[in-house]
């Protein structure tokens, strides 16, 4: 079998990790004998042992793993954390041959791993399916090249383009667009991320509480833009179920799980500066439109999900503008999903 196959397997076997492991990053590790994996395993959770522990923990007769070649997404790492550097066991397991999928951006780690491997004189060859890989830590990659968390649009339109109606007499209801059933999928995109955020007129208007409630999972952090603080203490947003960071002008307090954090100016440079501040690596922005054009006029978003329900309202809110065409599109129960990529 090709490295590819195996490293393929590495990629499987890391994506188990999605809603549990950040913020580190997801991996997964095989280990081959004579073209027949002996040991698998990845990376669970934060904080756990990783994919190459798991791996070779795996494996039935330890002394196989002599001749054993160790496949792994992400490069093995080489300092002290959480649990001990995954490149010392590999040396000390006395494997000889190992195959990375693509490089740690971490500068605690890069190429230091692979650089000691060399130096114990284990064969390394690295680069395989390197674009999957990176597309597979995206956050973690996003994070550490560019120092801002990974951003998510995200919101859901009429056929005639419309976000929301125009509210009469400022009537707090949800204006429902997609269809029942699409709402998990949105629960599930949320449940990938480790925080989601909105504007201060998504929570007056709809309420919403921005759970994974219709889909299980950890809920992210959620994010709320209210410069005046001028959001009733009493709304979803401030329930216990999540921690809540409310971006302000006013002030700094804690209360509970509630934290007003002031800022200068609640821009998207400020925001995601103090997101990254906090080791936060990705965020659900699901509205308002304000919000989202913001992100799309400052060029500082990664990834686009637009769902279009069969809905026409005729008039009211217009939905963000994306001048570009959808990487795919794809069908889900009556709605139509549109996905972008900014690069």
């Known amino acids: ?58 494996v039935l007769n330890t002394k196989a793993l002599k001749k054993a070649t160790l496949y792994v997404s992400l490069e093995p790492c080489s300092h002290m954390g959480k649990t001990a550097p995954c490149a010392d066991l590999i040396i000390k ?10 490089r740690d951006p ?41 120092r801002r968390p990974y951003v998510i649009l995200k919101w859901a339109q009429t056929l005639d383009g419309f976000l929301d109606r125009i509210r009469e007499d400022n009537k707090q209801e949800v204006n429902w667009i997609s269809a029942p059933e699409t709402k998990t999928l949105v629960h599930k995109w949320r449940s990938e991320e480790q925080s989601i955020l909105v504007g201060r007129n998504t929570i007056l208007n ?43 002008r006013l002030k700094d307090a804690t209360e509970k799980n509630i934290e007003f954090v002031k800022i200068k100016e609640t821009s998207t440079k400020n925001i995601l500066d103090e997101l990254y501040k906090r080791g936060i ?40 503008v994306i001048n570009r065409i959808p990487i795919k599109t794809i069908p889900f129960g009556k709605d139509t999903v549109h996905y972008f990529k900014r690069k």
């Open 281 to 320: 690596q990705s965020v659900f922005v699901e509205g308002g439109s304000r919000t989202l054009q913001y992100f799309i006029i400052d060029n500082v978003w990664d990834e686009a999900r637009v769902i279009v329900g069969r809905k026409s309202f005729k008039e009211g809110y217009k939905a963000p």
């Open 206 to 248: 709809d309420n919403p509480s921005l759970t994974v409630r219709e889909y299980g999972g950890t809920n992210p952090i959620r994010l709320v833009i209210d410069s005046q603080l001028q959001i009733s203490g009493s709304l979803n947003v401030y329930s216990e179920d999540a921690p809540t960071i409310v971006f302000n």
């Open 1 to 58: 079998m090709s490295a590819e196959i195996y490293m393929q397997r590495c990629i499987d076997l890391a994506r188990k990790g999605i809603r549990s492991v950040a913020p580190n990053p997801m991996v997964g590790c095989v280990l081959v004998v004579n073209n027949k994996i002996i040991g698998e395993g990845y990376h669970q959770f934060f904080g756990g042992p990783h994919a190459e522990v798991n791996a070779i923990n795996n």
């Open 93 to 102: 397991k006395g494997i000889q041959n190992v195959v990375i999928g693509t």
């Open 106 to 146: 971490n500068p605690l780690v890069g190429g230091k791993g692979i650089e000691k491997l060399k130096n114990a004189g284990i064969e390394v060859e690295e680069g395989v399916l390197q674009d999957q890989c990176l597309e597979l830590n995206k956050r973690f990659f996003t994070f550490h090249e560019k």
